[in-house]
């Protein structure tokens, strides 16, 4: 079993529509990462949380420590959203820095 | 621009070659991590340092690769004798001790 895993895989949706995507994982955590990646390979860190929500323009980042789940909501979604959505989470203990990723989602937002 | 960059962004090679990527970081970071990405995977972790000391590597990293960083500001990744399953994105990040990681565009290896 993964440490990190995400669903779903695959998301397609219509513009406009509102979007989840989860992450649970099985460590003790310092941080949990979201991270963008568009075709071509460049990632952008769009949140890094340890506890709470964070909101972004369009882009909500919930994390429940004790349920070990955190979510990545996209309110009125747009084609431009179109990337795959990786969860990555730095472990409390051992190497402080090393971040453990997600297998990603990937988002196709259609007109 | 200021963010992270990495060179070249694409590398063709044959079986057996060696080569060697670089990662500038972010001036004022002192962390740099070396990461890989295999198609439909999410990235994983083979080294990183603070300042010129190599603090961690990935048991993934065999003894054919190698990362320096000599002066705790542009990094370098060498892969000798490279191998079909070397075939990855590179993906080098940099952070300010362990805070937010800020990645550069990826070296794209293909190994023939």
């Known amino acids: 079993k993964n440490e990190v895993e995400q669903s779903p895989q695959n998301l397609t949706a219509q513009e406009g529509e509102f979007i989840t995507i989860n992450c649970s994982y099985s460590?003790?955590?310092?941080?949990l990462h979201w991270l963008q990646q568009h075709p071509g390979g460049g990632i952008v860190s769009l949140f890094m949380?340890?506890?709470g929500k964070k909101k972004h323009g369009r882009l909500i980042a919930t994390i429940n420590i004790q349920e070990k789940h955190s979510s990545l909501h996209i309110t009125a979604s747009h084609p431009r959203d179109s990337a795959v959505y990786i969860c990555?989470?730095?472990?409390?203990?051992?190497?402080?820095?090393?971040?453990?990723f997600g297998t990603g989602t990937r988002l196709q937002v259609t007109l | 621009d200021t963010g992270v960059s990495q060179d070249p962004r694409h590398k063709i090679t044959k079986r057996g070659q060696n080569v060697t990527f670089r990662c500038d970081p972010i001036?004022?970071?002192?962390?740099l991590y070396w990461y890989r990405q295999t198609l439909g995977q999410g990235p994983e972790f083979l080294t990183y340092?603070?300042?010129?000391?190599?603090?961690?590597k990935s048991r993934l990293l065999s003894d054919r690769f190698s990362a320096e960083r000599p002066k705790g500001s542009f990094s370098t990744l060498e892969i000798q004798r490279t191998e079909q399953g070397d075939s990855a994105m590179y993906l080098c990040?940099?952070?300010?001790?362990?805070?937010?990681?800020?990645f550069g565009p990826g070296t794209r290896l293909t190994v023939l």
């Open positions: 990040a940099s952070s300010i001790l362990a805070d937010e990681q800020f």
């Open positions: 460590v003790g955590i310092s941080a």
């Open positions: 949380l340890s506890s």
């Open positions: 990555a989470v730095r472990a409390a203990t051992g190497t402080a820095s090393k971040l453990t």
């Open positions: 001036s004022e970071h002192n962390r």
């Open positions: 340092f603070q300042n010129e000391a190599q603090l961690e």
